[in-house]
T-cell receptor
Framework: DAGITQSPRHKVTETGTPVTLRCHQT?????MYWYRQDPGHGLRLIHY???????DKGEVSDGYSVSRSKTEDFLLTLESATSSQTSVYFC??????????????FGPGTRLTVT | GNSVTQMEGPVTLSEEAFLTINCTYT??????LFWYVQYPGEGLQLLLK?????DKGSNKGFEATYRKETTSFHLEKGSVQVSDSAVYFC????????????FGAGTRLFVKA
């Protein structure tokens, strides 16, 4: 199994509070991703990173920010949590070589409830 | 833009039944195709993949063939087990320079003993 951990695994927070989720990898992969999973929507990309300090928005980035100061860590921050951000959040990693991009590996997920 | 459409679930089968989960895609260029599986309470795991037309991916008794003429990548298994109960996601990655993966909505499979 790819070495990907997420913390916390479960969190309950109140509307309006800031929340930071952490993804940590031991694979030295270049690309890291944050997704949210909601019933009926599959996985939707929030933000991704293609290197240290290199990040970009996905399809559902409003209300979220990310940071990547080290290869192994990718942080997702909800600046002011809302109930619509109640979801399961997954981190993923992938690598490339000589222009060939390889499959993604996923972390175990963080279940976030905003009350 | 790129997209993946897979059959809605849930799919309920008896043990040892034949499984087909349909997946079709729209993509520019020549995508790689994937099936991921998610067991309850876990993240997604890669089940199988195919990187070019007519390739067949296989793993744990599951198979899928990359059909460019029908833009399909249907997942099949000849005899399902209770332990196959999970959510299955079809996905594609456009290899014309992108490293992002597009996922289908997922199909939940229930297998009864």
């Amino acid at each position: 199994d790819a070495g990907i951990t997420q913390s916390p695994r479960h969190k309950v927070t109140e509307t309006g509070t800031p929340v930071t989720l952490r993804c940590h990898q031991t694979e030295n992969h270049r690309y890291m991703y944050w997704y949210r999973q909601d019933p009926g929507h599959g996985l939707r990309l929030i933000h991704y990173s293609y290197g240290v300090k290199d990040t970009d928005k996905g399809e559902v980035s409003d209300g979220y920010s990310v940071s990547r100061s080290k290869t192994e860590d990718f942080l997702l921050t909800l600046e002011s949590a809302t109930s619509s951000q109640t979801s399961v959040y997954f981190c993923a990693i992938s690598e490339s070589s000589l222009g060939q991009f390889y499959e993604q590996y996923f972390g175990p997920g963080t279940r976030l409830t905003v009350t | 833009g790129n997209s993946v459409t897979q059959m809605e679930g849930p799919v309920t089968l008896s043990e040892e039944a034949f499984l087909t989960i349909n997946c079709t895609y729209t993509a520019t260029g020549y995508p790689s195709l994937f099936w991921y599986v998610q067991y309850p309470g876990e993240g997604l795991q890669l089940l199988l993949k195919a990187t070019k037309a007519d390739d067949k991916g296989s793993n744990k008794g599951f198979e899928a063939t990359y059909r460019k003429e029908t833009t399909s990548f249907h997942l099949e298994k000849g005899s399902v087990q209770v332990s196959d109960s999970a959510v299955y996601f079809c996905a594609l990655r456009d290899n014309t320079g992108g490293f992002k993966t597009i996922f289908g909505a997922g199909t939940r499979l229930f297998v009864k003993a």
